[in-house]
């Protein structure tokens, strides 16, 4: 009796499994990523939320990312949020959304993790802060500011005396 069933069952299984097969499929090319400088120069900070609607932290933090957001509008701050909630279907585009802002290997380390925000300098690809359900909305606006300032003082050119 199994067996009649066997094939109905695999087929959702399939359908499911195609989208991750082909995220799986291509890479991006060493020259479609942009360079580190230039997306330094672009947003001297990328605050990275890794999100999914089932996450208990997530539904948390959020709210508070959205409501500080608006104070950092004229800073050079890009807000991306990497959501896994769908995954398998959206595999590929989060992987290509990380090597668009410079951040692929942050991305390798921490995909599928959620619940927290990394403060990440896109010149080094380091994680200046990281932010969680933890932290108030004070708190994540000095976090912000002081990821900043770290970035602008590493920027900052150095004079001969």
Not at 16 to 41: F, K, M, N
Not at 99 to 112: C, F, L, R
Not at 117 to 126: G, K, N, Q, R
């Amino acid at each position: 009796m199994f067996k009649k069933y066997a094939l109905l069952l695999a087929i959702p299984a399939i359908l499911i499994a195609l989208p991750l097969i082909r995220s799986l499929g291509g890479s991006a090319e060493a020259s479609d990523a942009p360079d580190a400088a230039s997306v330094a120069a672009e947003q001297p900070v990328i605050a990275a939320m890794f999100y999914s609607n089932w996450c208990g932290a997530c539904q948390i933090l959020d709210p508070k990312i959205e409501a500080v957001k608006p104070n950092f509008s004229g800073h050079k701050v890009d807000f991306i949020k990497f959501d896994f909630s769908y995954a398998l279907v959206r595999g590929k585009a989060l992987k290509d959304l990380a090597a668009e802002k410079g951040v692929p290997n942050i991305y390798a380390k921490n995909k599928g993790r959620t619940g927290f925000m990394l403060l990440i300098d896109p010149a080094t690809e380091s994680v200046l802060d990281i932010i969680t359900m933890r932290d108030n909305k004070e708190a994540i606006a000095a976090k912000l500011e002081r990821s900043l300032n770290r970035v602008a003082a590493n920027a900052a050119p150095v004079s001969a005396s």
